[in-house]
């Protein structure tokens, strides 16, 4: 079973335009993370948010964690067509020696030129 | 030039062989995974290891085996007690596992079964 789910599971918008992909999970984490895969190609880091930490940003990317509710949610902000890919949320669980990144099953983003 | 690599990045297999997907990685990483990658279904975790010589399965482990003998090497055998093989397959490396570190990934090895 995946530990982390994302919503929705696919999203246009017009480019200028800001789009927002959030991430249930549903266990302990130490982290979150989000990935982008452009097709066919394999995955590449975008950010990583702590257990404690609630927010933190990188570029035009927002990432939000609430782990009272066990959720995440990632802004990109003012999209442009290169950031048409799958986008992907990661859980890092704290299982000690059995630690592992969990991945969801992806959302697609279309930004129209 | 650091990175993980992946090959071959295409791999044709009959029915009934083993076919082993090599993975090295040059960043000195201690964690590394493999995923397998099916149209709607995400990344499924197949087997992982944080040191040499240990490897622990995931949640797909039926059908493949792994080998850790270096650091920098996690080939992944595909065998032919797989049922349905054909996906796309990534490799990953960490710095370690549960120490709030990202996660490198090859180009990946789109499998078929023909």
């Known amino acids: 079973s995946q530990q982390g789910e994302e919503d929705p599971q696919a999203l246009s918008i017009q480019e200028g335009e800001n789009a927002t992909m959030n991430c249930s999970y549903k266990?302990?984490?130490?982290?979150l993370q989000w990935y982008r895969q452009n097709s066919g190609r394999g995955l590449v880091h975008l950010i990583l948010?702590?257990?404690?930490?609630r927010e933190k940003h990188s570029g035009r990317l927002r990432v939000t964690l609430d782990t009272s509710k066990k959720s995440s949610s990632l802004l990109i902000t003012a999209s442009r067509a290169a950031d048409t890919a799958s986008y992907f949320c990661?859980?890092?669980?704290?299982?000690?020696?059995?630690?592992?990144?969990?991945f969801g099953k992806g959302i697609t983003l279309s930004v129209r030129p | 030039d650091g990175g993980i690599t992946q090959s071959p990045k295409y791999l044709f297999r009959k029915e009934g062989q083993n076919v082993t997907l090599s993975c090295e990685q040059n960043l000195n990483h201690d964690a590394m995974y493999w995923y397998r990658q099916d149209p709607g279904q995400g990344l499924r975790l197949i087997y992982y290891s944080q040191i040499v010589n240990d490897f622990q399965k995931g949640d797909i482990a039926e059908g493949y085996s792994v080998s850790r003998e270096k650091k920098e090497s996690f080939p992944l055998t595909v065998t032919s007690a797989q049922k349905n093989p054909t996906a796309f397959y990534l490799c990953a490396s960490s710095m370690m596992a549960g120490m709030n570190t990202e996660a490198f990934f090859g180009q990946g090895t789109r499998l078929t079964v023909v």
């Open positions: 266990t302990s984490i130490n982290n």
């Open positions: 948010i702590r257990s404690n930490e």
């Open positions: 990661a859980t890092d669980l704290p299982s000690g020696a059995n630690s592992k990144l969990t």
